[in-house]
């Protein structure tokens, strides 16, 4: 299981930084990633990272402002979201892969939290 927090409301320009625990069992060999679904849009892949931090991958609408980390000793994952804009508003879902390697695509991810909204206000 999958346990997302750290969401809420900030102003544009604001900061916020999401977490993920796995619980009830260890994804320390799987790749990680979130995703996020506005209302009326379908999920969209936000960033993901390989089993041991090593390698990152992130759309190109939060490169340089959102960085994806984990710590597999406390079966975390982290997605720091810095210089947040309206257009991030959604609701934000951990998701762990049964491969070790990144990947964009929702349907790699076989385990899935139950989100975090996230609400960025003009």
């Known amino acids: 299981q999958l346990v997302e927090s750290g969401g809420g409301l900030v102003q544009a320009g604001g900061s916020l930084r999401l977490s993920c625990v796995a619980e009830?069992?260890?994804?320390?060999?799987?790749?990680m990633a979130w995703f996020r679904q506005a209302p009326g849009k379908e999920r969209e892949f936000v960033a993901t990272i390989n089993w041991n931090g090593i390698w990152t991958d992130y759309a190109d609408a939060v490169k340089g402002r959102f960085t994806i980390s984990r710590d597999n000793g406390k079966n975390m994952v982290y997605l720091q979201m810095n210089s947040l804009k309206p257009e991030d508003t959604a609701n934000y879902y951990c998701?762990?892969?049964?491969?070790?390697?990144?990947?964009?695509?929702?349907?790699?991810?076989?385990?899935w939290g139950q989100g975090t909204q996230v609400t960025v206000s003009s």
């Open positions: 998701a762990a892969s049964v491969r070790s390697s990144t990947d964009r695509t929702a349907l790699e991810y076989g385990y």
């Open positions: 009830g069992r260890t994804f320390g060999n799987s790749a």
